[in-house]
């Protein structure tokens, strides 16, 4: 069974940085697109980055595209969100998501996604 734990959010300010991570157990991932997503209070939850594990193709959200960065360790079977220039609007919960996919669409969409973490909490303060 896939197992996604997430770690290292926190609270930080407007400006500053942050990384995530998320370590997945329970199989081999090649083949599975890896997935952040995150959700504020009284929102619904978005797309924030995604990364094939076998290739390495990425994926961005606009709003955070050349401030965030998603990557893996393959021999650590994590995945990492790096997150620079952080806002207030950046705060929220993240989540890790994996999913196998054989098909290249759908990288942006929660409804892809079969695994999910508990999520870790990014607080921004302005």
């Known amino acids: 069974q896939v197992q996604l734990v997430e770690s290292g959010g926190g609270l930080v300010q407007a400006g500053g940085s942050l990384s995530l991570s998320c370590a997945a157990s329970g199989r081999t991932f090649s083949g599975y697109v890896m997935g952040w997503f995150r959700q504020a209070p009284e929102k619904e939850r978005e797309f924030v980055a995604a990364?094939?594990?076998?290739?390495?193709?990425?994926y961005y959200a606009d709003s955070v595209r050349g401030r965030f960065t998603i990557s893996r360790d393959n021999a650590k079977n994590t995945v990492y969100l790096q997150m620079n220039s952080l806002k207030a609007e950046d705060t929220a919960v993240y989540y890790c998501a994996a999913a196998l996919l054989t098909f290249f669409g759908g990288e942006m969409s929660d409804k892809t996604y079969t695994y999910w973490g508990q999520g870790t909490q990014v607080t921004v303060s302005s």
């Open positions: 990364l094939r594990w076998s290739g390495g193709r990425t």
